[in-house]
């Protein structure tokens, strides 16, 4: 048997891995949908494209189940470290990736490559880099109108974009309820990552997800450094939080306005695509 895919995932949060080395895929928008097609493909919340080596540097590219590419995620950076770990391509317990966000540093913690800690980058709340429209303004707990509320949000980038609402109580109602609207709201020329946010204690949150691209889901690591990171922001929390969410646990770590996460991978499966869905997936590239 062939390899075409491998699959993992953090907390929860799936992630299909296709490794351009192995199989020579012409990823299109449509036959991205259908991959991660919970019906009608393999399903995921998304796909990993690498490694692509240019120079020196390991490249991944990060597709969401809609098509549309992210700069960034935390889960898949994750995801992918162990990918390269069980291929064989890093033997090393240090190393560096590039994503369309930007370099970001992993260090795999244990010798069955199950932990890993990863250098996210740096935060910024400056509005035009994130982005959010109007004047260039710092976004933190500014007037977010929905549906008939005025909702405060915390607004930032660590390579892609977040949207941090805190309130008293958070759950995936509210997420279902209102995650749409504010990842598609005008504020946000190229949409959002929505978390709420509840305080737990100084060293603890809980957040619920809605992802730009992905729509719900149980674990986003990009979600908990932005959600720490608007939390540390507003003087909330101190700089290590631990991030609770349906799908599990991460450690951010901030230091200055870098942000460091720690978390777990699963390996779940490994496949060939069938021959059904290979006509599928060919008459969906151009
Ligand atoms: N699940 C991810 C985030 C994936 C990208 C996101 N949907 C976006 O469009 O920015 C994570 O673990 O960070």
């Known amino acids: 048997m062939t390899t075409d895919f491998y699959k993992y995932h953090a907390l929860g949060n799936d992630y299909i891995v296709i490794d351009p080395n192995i199989v020579n895929f012409n990823l299109s928008e449509k036959a991205i949908q259908l991959i991660c097609d919970r019906n009608f493909g393999i399903g995921s919340d998304g796909i990993l494209y690498g490694p692509i080596f240019t120079g020196d540097k390991i490249e991944l590219r990060i597709f969401n189940p809609d098509g549309s590419e992210a700069e960034k995620s935390g889960n898949g950076i994750r995801i992918f470290s162990r990918y390269l770990v069980d291929a064989g391509y890093i033997k090393t317990k240090t190393f560096q990736l590039t994503t369309l966000g930007g370099e970001v540093a992993v ?45 405060k949000a915390t607004c930032l980038s660590i390579g892609n974009p977040h949207c ?100 777990g ?22």
């Not at 609402?165 to 929505?194: D, M, T, Y």
């Open 107 to 151: 260090e795999v913690l244990n010798p069955e490559a199950t932990l890993f800690k990863v250098d996210m980058g740096t935060v910024t709340f400056e509005s035009e880099l994130i982005p959010v429209t109007g004047s260039p303004r710092q976004t933190v707990a500014i007037d977010l109108p929905v549906n008939d509320l005025t909702l």
């Open 164 to 263: 941090v609402i805190p309130g008293s109580e958070v759950s995936q109602e509210l997420a279902v309820s209102l995650g749409a609207k504010i990842e598609n709201h005008p504020l946000f020329p190229k949409r959002i990552n929505v978390q709420f946010l509840q305080v737990l204690d100084r060293q603890n949150i809980q957040i619920e997800i809605w992802e730009r691209g992905a729509g719900y889901t149980l674990a986003s690591g990009s979600s908990s450094c932005a959600a720490a990171s608007a939390a540390y922001k507003l003087g909330l929390v101190d700089d290590r939080v631990k991030v609770h969410m349906p799908g599990g646990e991460i450690d951010i770590e901030i230091v200055g306005d870098r942000v460091f996460m720690t978390g």
């Open 265 to 286: 991978v699963s390996a779940v499966a490994q496949g060939e695509f069938a021959k059904d869905f290979l006509s599928c997936l060919n008459l969906l590239i151009d």
